[in-house]
């Protein structure tokens, strides 16, 4: 249940707030009281994390006037203890005349931006809404609009939230409906579409602001939709090498966003491709050769496309942009000047040359090189593998999860339940730390194998029915769920390894009903933590039967289960923390790509299973990947920032 309290206000001062002190004091001890233990231990329990996210703890404000000063608003102004309890005001009711935005943004931004997750401003009959909302922008785009940037004036308005504002651009302003012809010829004249989604209400603001949403209703006489607006809720997706950044349209008049996928607009287009070399993808066309060590090299590859660095010096520099970067004309002189330099950049990767030789100055004691790196020289597996699996399966035998005594010489082939009680068993010792004792050898009729009883004494048996085993029989979806869950369940015991809370997203599978009542727990866990999904966006297919080599990659995208999650941000006196597209500190110009999202105290993030990438990258930037609230693409946090919420 959502808390209201009143905040009064003197229209002359800008101090002139103050409310009761109860509200801040609850969130504010509890705060000072839990964080001692969220530092120690590096996490947050289920309870605490909720107990801190503004989004379970949202909470209602009233802005009133009054006629006298009180000391208690000068008191509040310093106080860190107002500050936090401010960024659970998700609702805000503003009922005086002399309101204005620029007085409620100066006074915020004063207050360390503290009603950045405000969802909803309701403005009474007493405020000059219109006037209001114009402030409101302006506060945020006079300075880009005064200096002729005009295209880009709205960048710096909305990230995930505001830089230095009192609300985001995921807000919606609530006017009365008398102010309606008022408004319309206000933006009529206006060359800038609003922010804001603005709807009107009718009768008494109290009455509409306890029903909330439903109170209210549209005020357009028809959406046009040309505005752009550049928020972080309207971004369709972030640039890659293969995309632009683009955002969706807004209503011109009312604010309102499009999200229609086929009707975007971006911020251009690089003349060549900006790749991201920070992925280790051991793969037959990744290979470059072996360093004076014998060990395998192999080119980094863009995180984003696959491309790997030779292939892309070779390929992205075409002709136009060869002319693009010189100036150049298009002239016989100038192409037979590309086609030699082409030439040389060629011979410059084959054996011998320059590019080449660099690449191979590379090994894994020294893995500092911006295009190449080693692997070690015991880990090569011999088996055949689908060439897009050959990374996956490299890293799970790097990671000691491939026994090939047991799975064979051709990964390609179907999974046994033989095999896949290996690797599962395999999965539970890495992630316990211990040895599995073995059930008893009569525990099933048709095998004697150690794996299988190794399974059984673990508790992993993967659908198995009493009494027998069926070692040769296929493995399908749900039963290989059923087989890792049970193995992280066990190291869960064994450990106290800790997972995520998380809920089943297995309804959005048209077939979810064909899972089997003993494999839903499993498949619930393995697919909400993107380990075993399904094979389509609405199919589950939980008897479709997988290959060795899945499960192998699979398995070691398991290893990472305990970091899969939720992550919340804790108090942090940093005055920006942002989200990057990038963690690759070999290139500049992707090391400092901002991804319009920012994030504050007790913000909330999906961390997905780990990638292979540059460590050295990875550990200068102090970044881990999250996934954006929005789009859904990996983005790049700081690590220092944020603690693990793990399942009470």
Request: some cysteine; aromatic content about 14%; proline content about 4%.
């Amino acid at each position: 249940m959502k808390k209201t309290f009143k905040i009064a206000a003197l229209s002359t001062l800008i101090m002139g707030f103050f409310v009761s002190w109860s509200p801040a004091k609850d969130i504010s001890t509890y705060i000072n009281n839990a964080y001692k233990e969220i530092i120690e231990k590096q996490i947050y329990t289920e309870k605490q994390a909720d107990s801190l996210w503004w989004k379970t703890n949202a909470r209602e404000m009233i802005l009133t006037p009054i006629e006298e000063y009180d000391d208690l608003g000068d008191r509040y102004y310093e106080s860190k203890l107002w500050q936090e309890d401010s960024l659970y005001i998700t609702r805000l009711l503003v009922d005086y005349p002399s309101a204005t935005a620029s007085y409620l943004h100066q006074l915020y931004k004063r207050r360390y931006d503290c009603l950045r997750n405000v969802r909803e401003v309701w403005l009474s009959p007493q405020v000059d809404a219109w006037a209001f909302i114009d402030e409101l922008q302006s506060e945020f785009i006079e300075d880009e609009y005064q200096a002729g940037t005009k295209d880009d004036f709205i960048k710096y308005k909305d990230r995930l939230m505001f830089d230095s504002g009192m609300m985001n651009g995921s807000c919606t302003i609530y006017v009365p409906e008398s102010e309606l012809p008022k408004g319309l010829l206000s933006y009529s004249s206006k060359p800038l579409s609003p922010v804001y989604f603005v709807k009107v209400y009718s009768g008494d603001v109290y009455e509409a602001f306890k029903k909330g949403d439903s109170a209210a209703k549209e005020w357009c006489p028809g959406h046009v939709y040309t505005g752009k607006a550049y928020t972080a809720s309207r971004m369709k997706q972030h640039m890659t090498c293969q995309q632009p950044n683009e955002w969706y349209y807004s209503c011109k008049w009312c604010g309102k966003c499009e999200y229609n996928p086929k009707h975007t607009f971006s911020d251009g287009v690089p003349k060549s491709p900006v790749h991201d070399f920070a992925r280790f993808d051991i793969s037959d066309k990744n290979f470059a050769g072996k360093n004076k060590q014998g060990e395998k090299v192999y080119y980094l590859s863009c995180r984003w496309c696959g491309i790997n660095k030779r292939d892309s010096d070779i390929s992205d520099f075409t002709y136009e942009y060869f002319r693009y970067g010189a100036g150049h004309k298009d002239t016989p002189e100038v192409r037979a000047a590309y086609n030699m330099y082409m030439e040389q950049k060629k011979d410059s990767w084959k054996k011998g040359g320059t590019n080449y030789e660099q690449a191979l100055d590379v090994s894994t004691k020294v893995n500092l090189n911006p295009w190449s790196f080693a692997v070690p020289k015991s880990k090569d597996v011999k088996a055949k593998i689908s060439e897009n699996a050959q990374d996956g399966v490299y890293w799970a035998a790097r990671n000691g999860l491939v026994d090939e005594s047991v799975l064979g010489d051709d990964f390609t082939k179907p999974l046994t339940r033989m095999q896949a009680s290996a690797i599962a068993v395999t999965l539970a010792e890495k992630l316990s730390g211990k040895s599995v004792s073995s059930a008893k050898s009569k525990t099933y009729s048709d095998t004697k194998s150690k794996y299988a009883l190794k399974a059984a004494g673990a508790g992993i048996y993967g659908g198995a029915s009493e009494g027998k085993f069926n070692p040769d029989g296929a493995v399908d979806r749900q039963q290989l769920a059923t087989f890792f869950y049970q193995a992280l369940m066990y190291a869960k015991k064994n450990k106290n390894v800790r997972y995520t809370p998380y809920e089943s997203k297995l309804a959005r599978y048209s077939d979810n009903a064909s899972i089997a009542d003993w494999a839903k727990e499993a498949a619930a866990f393995m697919d909400a933590l993107g380990l075993v999904e399904g094979s389509s966006r609405t199919k589950f297919l939980p008897e479709e039967t997988l290959t060795i080599e899945q499960a192998l990659v699979i398995a070691n995208n398991s290893l990472d289960a305990p970091n899969i999650g939720w992550y919340q941000s804790g108090p942090s006196d940093t005055d920006k923390l942002e989200l990057r597209h990038s963690t690759n500190d070999f290139q500049l110009q992707n090391c400092g790509v901002a991804t319009q999202l920012e994030y504050r105290y007790y913000e909330r993030f999906w961390r997905p299973f780990s990638i292979p990438e540059i460590p050295a990258a990875a550990a200068v930037l102090e970044r881990f990947a999250v996934l954006d609230p929005y789009t859904n693409e990996r983005l790049y946090a700081r690590k220092i920032n944020f603690f693990a919420v793990k399942a009470d």
